[in-house]
């Protein structure tokens, strides 16, 4: 089978690439086993001195590195820079807070010692997608690598050039031999990859169909897994908000990354009340995006990383306006080379239309009207997803309590859901299980190793009076 690098602005092949042998993957495999069993025994100082020198690596190589990602999958140039500094940073923060994050958490138990140890697991296979090329890997590796594993990378087939400049990174830092491997493979080689006994654990960031195989896979072989899936995004607006405000933010949330983000805001639910001046507003700020090649710095949305990606899109929208909904702008594939999609808000949107039901990976934006605030809050969770949510509202400590009742492993006021090395990431529901980033994120792939000495003996019971 042979890979493919091909420019979704031009639609030209800018490299091929032959997957790779039996004998290269056996390789792969053996280098980052050996690396590990040597790995787990480094400190976390000199994992932090690797893992600096990476972050290092991305700096220097960040112009080059970002119009990869751009001729690869269409990210705007700023935003692909803007991807590798946020890599580069993550780096820096586990090279700094591991060690506190892994420390022996003591428990009293009136012993000599009884403690719990964090230890790693092994060789973790990372399977990642393409819309955020450099930030899915690098945002599992930095934790797991901190915390003394090794990674092997299979990433997505379309950009094959940024999987094998992630490794040539770390060759690049100095990192061990083998510590961090990519093999060139298609999707078919998912499942004996997670069979094979030098893996250890399994993490996914790709499509809820894609997770319900890699788990069914892992659970079989009895292996850890974290599964980061789709989303359909909520993106609340009370009648209480500063409208203006979560206009900015909205055209931001859906149209980042070309509209091609798990959690870019997908669904704007609406009070009654303010859902007129509210759509209107956001179809006029998205009319004067700019579209275009996303090697120009002013471009605001360049196109869908693949042809049938834009397909897909399409036809949810044609679906969904069939079923009434309306286009307030866009609503149609842009004409000439590219892969482009004209950035489009929907108004008019009902919980039958896939606008709504589906998980649209593109500039496509949905308004759908609430009677109330507890009605925003029954359509937010009315979804099989629940990765990120957005809710907007002056009512601050209203709104906290309102947060806690929406389904969603990551809820935000008043800003835009976003991934951060400071704090837990992840989803429930069909968006997925476990966590990234974080102090959480950190202790996915370890064992959590209780160690006593002595023999614990049960508390005395409590006097009866």
Avoid at 143 to 168: D, F, Q, T
Wanted: with cysteine; aromatic share 8%.
């Amino acid at each position: 089978m042979v890979m493919q690098s091909i420019n979704p602005t031009t639609e030209e092949l800018v490299q091929s690439f032959e997957e790779f042998s039996k004998s290269q993957v056996e390789e792969a495999l053996d280098q980052a086993f050996a690396a590990q069993r040597k790995w787990r025994q480094t400190s976390f100082g000199e994992r932090a001195a690797r893992l600096q020198a990476v972050g290092r690596a991305l700096r220097a190589q960040k112009q080059r590195l970002a119009q990869m990602a751009t001729e690869e999958m269409g990210k705007p140039i700023v935003e692909a820079e803007a991807e590798l500094e946020k890599c580069a940073w993550n780096c820096d923060f586990y090279a700094e807070h591991a060690a506190g994050f892994l420390a022996d958490e003591h428990v009293q138990m009136n012993l000599p010692a009884s403690f719990v140890a964090f230890e790693p697991l092994g060789v973790v296979l990372a399977i990642m997608p393409w819309n955020f090329p450099f930030w899915q890997v690098l945002r599992f590796a930095a934790p797991a690598l901190m915390a003394g594993n090794a990674a092997v990378l299979k990433h997505a087939s379309n950009v094959p050039r940024c999987a094998l400049a992630i490794e040539e990174i770390f060759r690049a830092a100095d990192a061990p031999k083998g510590l961090f491997r990519t093999v060139l493979v298609p999707g078919s080689a998912v499942e004996p990859l997670i069979a094979d006994p030098r893996i250890a654990a399994v993490t996914l960031t790709g499509s809820s169909d894609v997770g319900t195989r890699v788990a069914s896979a892992a659970g079989r072989n009895l292996k850890k897994q974290v599964l980061e899936l789709g989303g359909s995004d909520p993106f609340i607006v009370l009648a209480d908000a500063d409208i203006d405000a979560a206009v900015s933010t909205a055209v931001r949330a859906r149209n980042q990354n070309n509209g091609q983000s798990c959690i870019a805001a997908k669904r704007f639910i609406v009070e009654a009340p303010v859902a007129d001046q509210f759509a209107e507003k956001l179809a006029a700020t998205v009319k004067g995006l700019h579209v275009g090649d996303p090697m120009q710095r002013d471009t605001n949305v360049g196109p869908l990383a693949r042809g049938d990606l834009r397909e897909t899109l399409a036809t949810q929208v044609e679906r969904s306006v069939a079923g009434g909904a309306h286009a307030l702008t866009g609503g149609t594939p842009l004409n000439g080379k590219g892969y482009f999609y004209a950035p489009t808000v929907l108004d008019g949107v009902l919980e039958n239309m896939p606008a709504f039901r589906e998980e649209t990976f593109g500039p496509v934006a949905a308004v759908i009207r609430a009677h109330d605030a507890e009605d925003a809050v029954r359509l937010a969770n009315d979804t099989e997803y629940g990765l990120g949510a957005a809710l907007w509202s002056r009512d601050i400590e209203g709104a906290k309590e309102i947060a806690r009742r929406i389904e969603a492993g990551n809820v935000f006021i008043n800003g835009m859901v976003a991934s951060d090395p400071r704090i837990p990431f992840g989803g429930i529901k069909r968006s997925g299980y476990g966590r990234e980033l974080g102090v959480y994120g950190i202790k996915e792939f370890v064992n959590i190793q209780t160690i006593v000495v002595g023999q614990p003996a049960p508390p005395a019971k409590a006097p009866l009076d």
